[in-house]
């Protein structure tokens, strides 16, 4: 009964890899995020989506492409990966536009 | 832009009560929230202010004062399972709702 689901839950890699992070959530919401903790545990908003249409694109370098397949799925690929985009990357997931949002168990990426 | 700023750590005894404070500088500003996060965690919602005044959940309060941008969240009765990070988090309509988190307060609650 998991309601906002990640995988991987761990990902590691090489730089100047092209990586895929997916997310899924069964509350039936509308909206959903990407947001990325990094180190000192500063947490950032990336992209939001509201009913598959991009709403939020924060200045995120153009490696990072969301995708929307559907409302309940949103999916994050990264391109040409950096030592810097190692970070813990949570999925999100809301009613509406409402303040209170579910967070998915996040991926750790590590990029070596 | 927008800003939010909470005490990096605050450390208190058990059974104790502790007060987390945040102020913001936010343009289209709704409302204010707050999270938990256990270590190794996913960040968890406490609670939501849009209006000024204390709301109350169990042992937890939270406050707001627009007028002063300023904020707190209030815990009472500590526990040990208390120990973890809190960010308060603004609600902003700045061409679309966006939620910005501050850079957490570790509280660390001893025997």
């Given at each position: 009964d998991t309601a906002v689901s990640q995988t991987p839950k761990y990902l590691v890699t090489q730089m100047g890899n092209d990586k895929s992070i997916k997310c899924e959530q069964n509350l039936g919401h509308d909206t959903m995020y990407w947001y990325k903790q990094d180190s000192k545990k500063f947490l950032k908003i990336m992209f939001s989506y509201n009913n598959k249409e991009l709403i939020i694109n924060e200045t995120v370098p153009n490696r990072f492409s969301p995708k929307s397949p559907d409302k309940a799925h949103l999916n994050l690929h990264i391109n040409s990966l950096e030592l810097g985009d190692s970070a813990v990357y949570f999925c999100a997931s809301s009613p509406g536009?409402?303040?209170?949002?579910?967070?998915?168990?996040?991926?750790?990426?590590?990029?070596? | 832009g927008q800003s939010?700023?909470?005490p990096s750590e605050v450390t208190a005894v058990e059974g104790a009560i502790v007060q987390i404070n945040c102020t913001y500088q936010t343009s289209g500003f709704y409302g204010l929230s707050w999270y938990q996060?256990?270590?190794?965690?996913?960040?968890?919602?406490?609670s939501y202010n849009a209006l000024d005044g204390l709301e109350e959940t169990g042992r937890f309060s939270s406050f707001l004062s627009r007028s002063d941008s300023y904020g707190y969240l209030l815990l009472q009765e500590l526990q040990m399972k208390d120990s973890a990070s809190y960010f308060c988090a603004v609600r902003a309509h700045t061409g679309g709702f966006k939620t910005i988190f501050g850079a957490g307060t570790r509280l660390f609650v001893k025997a």
């Open positions: 536009t409402s303040y209170e949002q579910y967070f998915g168990p996040g991926t750790r990426l590590t990029v070596t | 939010l700023e909470q996060q256990h270590d190794g965690g996913a960040p968890t919602f406490l």
